[in-house]
């Protein structure tokens, strides 16, 4: 009777675990998975679907056709880093304290390091820039770690920039795959894998000399999803295009040599942007293949606006490294087939840190209580046919940059948008009304005194309330010496490229 009973109870529980084994796998099943592609340096006029008269970008376009298209997407910084930190934070770099570029050092020390001011002659500065923290800090909970502990195989490939010692690198930040990132504080001198090898891709596997490297992480890119079929997945590719150095593959560069330019007029950057667009064209052909496509999520974005050197933001004022909206619009595409609406452009103001949230939104993943998040989802514009609840957007980078940007904050709320600039020798603010004046040529801070205190008010609480890393006066200064790097040089430089920009169009 006892054998009868034991092997009853054995019979239920196999049943049991069986069920519950068939109910894990049907929820992994439904589970998306999500590919985020993030360019570097691409501006908000880099796309056909963007506007470009120049480039072509069909397999984006497609992108933007079969999902949304946000056509006021901001970074939350003017370079790279910090806003490379905003996304994997979902932070205001104003809080995670990584304002400016990782650590040139490469140290284990997470503390806030000190600003050497870009080397400049210090008696031309009218402020100092602040500490800044010179990694994305190791207590930082990133969002792939949150999905991580949800179940997802989480990989990150290409450029990474949020800190060169080994305790800072993407797999210490919860991506169990991590590859063909930079280990080493130093520029690169082309796009091809000889320039990498060794050290300065990080195991990027099958990595050739002659391999182009866009190619070389879209190849990566493929072989991770396909091993990770079977279950949820996280993807970044993040490319190291369209970032200088400025080479192309010269099958392409010899096509766009042939193609009549606009504003937008350099060869190399049109087919250095094909590249993307054949990996993106790469990438979703994988997914159909694998028959992925409807339950992925595809992102598509950049991490701050385009580089004056390589193309034009022109209508916009400003280019990457400067304060204006030329420097802060990027492209940003969602698409999940028959779940986020397709061929939609929403012109609902966004920026970086709404990324994190609205990944794990999508996913329906909880965030970690223990980390502060900046942005909101945008799953109510993206599925539910609704919006968001108006809020000032943040920026802050108190800094130099070296190509044109001095020490400011900014806040944009409905359509104002207003600067601070702490090198105050000419001025201390400029407001502009986006809507009436999106190419930012009327200043209108001391014609409506009452929008610029307002919005100085709010600032200022959001700064303190950040504890942001503030520049300082600097006691050598000598005015006579330079105004270069007064408060309004940024804009005087920006106006310049603007009206170049311009000429080419006559």
């Known amino acids: 009777m006892i054998w009868k009973f034991s092997l009853l109870f054995t019979t239920c529980l196999v049943l049991l675990v069986g069920c519950a084994t068939k109910k894990e796998e049907k929820t992994n099943a439904t589970k998306p998975n999500i590919v985020f592609i993030l360019i570097d340096d691409m501006g908000w006029k880099d796309l056909a679907c963007m506007g470009s008269k120049y480039y072509r970008t069909p397999n984006i376009d497609q992108l933007a056709s079969e999902g949304m298209l946000f056509e006021q997407a901001y970074s939350a910084g003017p370079v790279c880093s910090p806003s490379r930190a905003a996304i994997l934070s979902g932070q205001y770099p104003a809080r995670n304290k990584m304002t400016e570029g990782p650590e040139m050092s490469p140290s284990p020390d997470s503390l806030m390091a000190k600003n050497d001011n870009k080397g400049k002659n210090l008696e031309w500065l009218p402020t100092r820039s602040p500490a800044r923290r010179g990694c994305l800090h190791p207590d930082q909970i990133t969002f792939a770690e949150v999905m991580q502990s949800a179940g997802y195989k989480t990989g990150y490939l290409g450029k990474w920039h949020c800190g060169y010692h080994e305790s800072q690198w993407p797999d210490k930040q919860g991506f169990e795959m991590a590859e063909g990132f930079r280990t080493l504080a130093t520029r690169t001198h082309g796009h091809y894998g000889r320039d990498y090898i060794p050290k300065l891709s990080w195991d990027l596997k099958g990595l050739t000399a002659d391999e182009y490297m866009a190619d070389a992480l879209t190849r990566r890119a493929q072989e991770f999803i396909t091993e990770h079929q ?16 400025f080479q192309a593959k010269p099958e392409l560069l010899e096509k766009w040599k042939k193609v009549p330019t606009t504003d937008q007029n350099n060869p190399t950057m049109a087919a250095m942007i094909e590249s993307v667009d054949q990996s993106v064209g790469n990438i979703m052909n994988t997914l159909e ?54 061929a939609v452009k929403d012109s609902t103001p966004t920026v970086q840190v709404d990324l994190y949230p609205t990944m794990l939104d999508l996913a329906g993943i909880k965030p970690n209580p223990n980390q502060h998040l900046d942005g909101v989802s945008l799953k109510p514009i993206l599925m539910d046919k609704g919006k968001l609840n108006e809020r000032p957007l943040f920026f802050h980078f108190p800094h130099y940059s070296g ?18 600039y702490y090198n105050n020798h000419e001025g201390t603010t400029q407001l502009f009304n986006l809507k009436t004046d999106p190419y930012e040529q009327d200043d209108l801070a001391k014609k409506r005194t009452d929008i610029t205190d307002s919005l100085n008010t709010l600032l200022t609480d959001w700064l303190l309330e950040t504890d942001a890393p503030m520049p300082t006066i600097n006691k050598i200064y000598n005015p006579s010496d330079s105004t270069q790097y007064s408060g309004m040089a940024s804009y005087r430089k920006s106006q310049i490229l603007r009206q170049r920009r311009e000429a080419l169009l006559k």
Not at 321 to 333: D, F, K, N
Request: hydrophobic letters at 35%; proline letters at 7%; glycine letters at 6%.
């Open 403 to 420: 190509v044109g940007c001095t020490p400011f904050s900014a806040i944009r709320y409905q359509s104002w948008k207003l600067y601070r």
């Open 230 to 245: 079977a279950q949820p997945f996280l993807l970044v590719l993040s490319h190291y295009l369209v970032h200088a150095p």
């Open 289 to 342: 293949e694998l028959n992925l496509d409807e339950n992925t999520i595809v992102i598509f974005s950049s991490d701050n606006g385009g580089y004056h050197v390589g193309t034009s933001t022109y209508p916009l004022l400003g280019s990457k490294a400067m304060p204006y909206e030329g420097s802060s619009r990027v492209p940003l595409i969602f698409k999940w087939k028959n779940k986020i609406k397709s």
